[in-house]
Each structure stands twice: as structure tokens, then as C-alpha cells.
């Protein structure tokens, strides 16, 4: 079977890695891709904006099945698109993604289903804003409604700066459009986990944890980034806490959708923070995350596409997905300046090498070819991943194989997985 995946980062490059790793794949397909991934599959250019784009380049195609990576063709609706040709896709419709689309749309059917999340008001103006900064403690935090990159949320510790971050989003000075609906939210604190679940509408089956790394400094310091790490390992969540999850987030939200008539087939990524009153749900995403993904699928024993097949089919209940015990972690190597601006186009030496550190692979996030070499083209370039027994074997080879890599103004945190190994201690 030809396997189509539309998307140009690591996770794409993870997911081109474990598909062709099934048994029944013959070959594989990435558009746009990026350099690294071109070294596995063969790249074809898309525009992911563009949905009459993509829906020719499938037609070409003929895959058969085509998994969506990133969240804005998801929220453009191409899964519809694709569906109403009679083609085969991995993903959620273009109401069902709403779950990541709108923070709104989210937060209210997490309060009409009785999920546990923070308390929040959506706000259509200033004066409602400010009204509703009344009524909050501070710290709080400030959302603006839609699809930002990570840029749209911001946390305050005043009411004032509540205020301003509010009218910076409203006036559009912050992600250069203007948010039609803006979310006040109570601030929670506590430990945050990625847990992700394969969803077919009906039935979920859950993959192994993960924790990211947001911001661009060791210790949790500086400005956001779209992750700089990350490690997924089987103590992050005791049986316990998973089934609890399980039984009062993501079940409750797979029910709640298909009752809406709007399933949800695809990724549901709960973003969770581990609050003194239990666990809270921060976000959704309808989609794998990044760089979640590069750890979680090097710890997949099972066949991945047999999984995704079985989530559009409505099988999901007869799958138990089979995990290597132990871990993984997931280093980002980026450009220098990012998250801010950088250069481009340095060539990336050392991969050769990098790769045969055991249990180790190198996926691309923002690479190219040029004169057949490979350069940097992106802020985040490679995302160094390595599986062991132990987080602790896991991260010494992401950081053996990220000491044989180089590249011009090369820059990664050396603390990825602090937190746990702090805790072991
Ligand atoms: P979101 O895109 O909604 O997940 O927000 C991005 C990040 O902001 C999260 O991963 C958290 O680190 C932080 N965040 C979001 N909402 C809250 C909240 N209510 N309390 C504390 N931190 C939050």
C-alpha cells in the first residue's frame, strides 16, 4: 500500500520512519517533506494552506491512506475534502478539529460534558475583558480564541498586564491578525503531560506518555518555543492515574463528540496539567504532537498503520498498542536566534555518525537540500532521538549522537528530562 503524508516537520518525519516500518507498506509518500525525510520517502511539494492543492496531489496519488500531520489543513478541512472523494484519511474533520481550532469551542463543551478543566471566560471586546479580569485572581492567563503556533497564550501577573496582553491580542499587535474572541482563564499549577490517544470515533487506546519541554532555556527560562524536547517514559504515569484519565478526560470527550455528531477520529492530544485537585485539561490538539511524536513512535512496538487503519475503521477496541518498556527522549537541535529570527541554509555535518549511537534516530524538522547537501531551514532543525531501558540511557545517547552533529549557530537545552531525573534522585 502507498501511504501519503501531508506535513513538512519531525513529527512527519517520525511518522514516514514508523510507517514504512509496516509490513504492509510498499511506499511512501511526504508533501511537502523536508531534507531528512526525502532520505526516506519520496517528497513532493504542497502548499499545506492549500486544500484544492492538496486535494489534486491525492487524486495524482492514489494513496492508500493519507495521514494529516499538522493542525491547519486539519481546521481547513481537508479530512472532508479528501473523505467526499472517497479517499482514505487519518485525521479529524474539520468540526471534530475544532476541539484544537477554538479555545472557545473547547472550553465550553469541556463544561457542558462536566471534564475537568480551569475555570475561564470568552471575552468579544475590551469592556467584556476587563469586566471579566475583575472577577479572576491573578496570575491568569490570556488565550486568544484560534489556531496561533503556540503564540496565543499568555500568562499575567497582574490584572494590568491581563489587560494589555488582551487589547495586544484584540488589536492583532501580537500574532499580526486580530483575535475575534479572547479567553480569560484561572492559572493552574502543577506538572504538565501530553497524553495523546488513537480515537475512532467511539473507542479510545491511549500511547505512552509524554513531556515536552515549551521554552528555549535550561531550567524553564525565556520565551516559548514549539518544544524543545521531550521524553515519554512508564513511571510519568502510574495505571492508576492513566485509567483515571482515561475514564473521566478522554472517554468522556469521545462520547461527548460522537453525541454532538461530530466523532472524532484521529489523534486526541489532551494537554494536561497534574493540579493538587487532580488532573486538569489545558488544551486539545487533533493531531500528533511535536515533538512528542518522534519519542512516542520510537517506543511503538506495534504496526502504527495497522493502528491508524483500525482507528478509521472503527476497530479500535480490538487493538492493544505495544509499547518497549523503558524510554525515550527527543532533543532539539535549533538554529541560533530561534524562537525569535535566524539564519538559514548552514549546512547540518556529523548525522552519519549521529546515527550509529545505538537506539538512536535523527529526525529532520527544518532541513533542505542543497547541491545535494543537507542545510538548515527552519528554527527547529533536527529533533535527536534515542529509546533505552532507562531515561536516563536514553538521554546520554540523544546527547552521544547530538555531540557528533554540527551546524552554524547550533543551539539545545542540556536539561531535557530535569524534572524526572530530579525526582529519581
Ligand atoms: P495551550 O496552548 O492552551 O496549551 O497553552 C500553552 C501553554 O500555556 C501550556 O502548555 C501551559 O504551559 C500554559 N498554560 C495554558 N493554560 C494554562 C493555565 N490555565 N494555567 C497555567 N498554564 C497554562
Redesign the pocket.
Known amino acids: 500500500m502507498k501511504v501519503l503524508i501531508l506535513g513538512a516537520g519531525g513529527r512527519e518525519h517520525a511518522l514516514a520512519w514508523a510507517v514504512k516500518r509496516s509490513k504492509r507498506v510498499t511506499e511512501v509518500v511526504c508533501a511537502p517533506g523536508n531534507g531528512g525525510i526525502s532520505q526516506i520517502a519520496r517528497c513532493v511539494p504542497v502548499d499545506l494552506k492549500d486544500v484544492d492543492a492538496m486535494i489534486r496531489l491525492a487524486e495524482e496519488e492514489k494513496p492508500g491512506l493519507i495521514i494529516v500531520g499538522p493542525e491547519l489543513p486539519l481546521s481547513l478541512g481537508i479530512v472532508d475534502a479528501l473523505e467526499e472523494r472517497g479517499l482514505r484519511v487519518f485525521g479529524p474533520t474539520r468540526a471534530a478539529a475544532m476541539l484544537e481550532s477554538s ?1 472557545g469551542f473547547a472550553k465550553r463543551f469541556l463544561q457542558r460534558h462536566k471534564i475537568p478543566t ?1 475555570d475561564y471566560a470568552i471575552c468579544n471586546n475590551a469592556a467584556e475583558l476587563e469586566k471579566a479580569i475583575g472577577i479572576f485572581h491573578a496570575p491568569m ?1 490570556i ?1 486568544a480564541d484560534g489556531l496561533a503556533a ?1 503564540k ?2 499568555i ?1 499575567c501577573p497582574s490584572r494590568q498586564t491581563a489587560i494589555e496582553a488582551a487589547q495586544s491580542l484584540f488589536t492583532g499587535k501580537l500574532l499580526g491578525e486580530a483575535a475575534q474572541q479572547v479567553l480569560v ?5 502543577g506538572e ?1 503531560i501530553s497524553f495523546l490517544c488513537l480515537s475512532d470515533g467511539k473507542h479510545v487506546a491511549p500511547l505512552a506518555p509524554a513531556q ?1 519541554h ?1 521554552c528555549i532555556g535550561e531550567g524553564d527560562t525565556g520565551p ?1 518555543t514549539g518544544g524543545m524536547g521531550v521524553y515519554s517514559t512508564d513511571a510519568m504515569l502510574e495505571p492508576a492515574m492513566q485509567e483515571w484519565i482515561l475514564r473521566h478526560i478522554a472517554e468522556p470527550t469521545v462520547r461527548g463528540m460522537a453525541e454532538e455528531d461530530t466523532p472524532f477520529v484521529g489523534v486526541l492530544y489532551c ?1 494536561l ?1 497534574m493540579t493538587a485537585r487532580g488532573p486538569q485539561v ?2 486539545f490538539n487533533a493531531r500528533f504532537g511535536d515533538p512528542e511524536t518522534q519519542a512516542i513512535l520510537l517506543r511503538l512496538e506495534s504496526d502504527l498503520v495497522e493502528a491508524l487503519e483500525a482507528s478509521i475503521d472503527g476497530r479500535l477496541s480490538e487493538t492493544e498498542l505495544r509499547w518497549t518498556p523503558g524510554a525515550a527522549a527527543c532533543v532539539i537541535a535549533s538554529s541560533a536566534g530561534y524562537p525569535g529570527a535566524y539564519e538559514k541554509g548552514f549546512p547540518i555535518t556529523g548525522l552519519d555518525s549521529a546515527a550509529r549511537v545505538p537506539g538512536v534516530q535523527v529526525f529532520h524538522s527544518g532541513s533542505a537540500l542543497a547541491d545535494g547537501k543537507l542545510v538548515t531551514a527552519g528554527g527547529r532543525v533536527l529533533g535527536v532521538t534515542a529509546v533505552a531501558p532507562s531515561l536516563e540511557e536514553a538521554l546520554a545517547r540523544a546527547y552521544q549522537a547530538m555531540a557528533e552533529i554540527h551546524f552554524d549557530g547550533m543551539y539545545f537545552r542540556r536539561d531535557i528530562g530535569h524534572r524526572a531525573l530530579k525526582k529519581k534522585k
Open positions: 479555545k480551569a492567563v488565550k503556540g496565543g497564550v500568562i482563564e484561572e492559572f493552574l499549577e504538565e515536552d515549551k516559548n494537554g496539567m489545558l488544551e
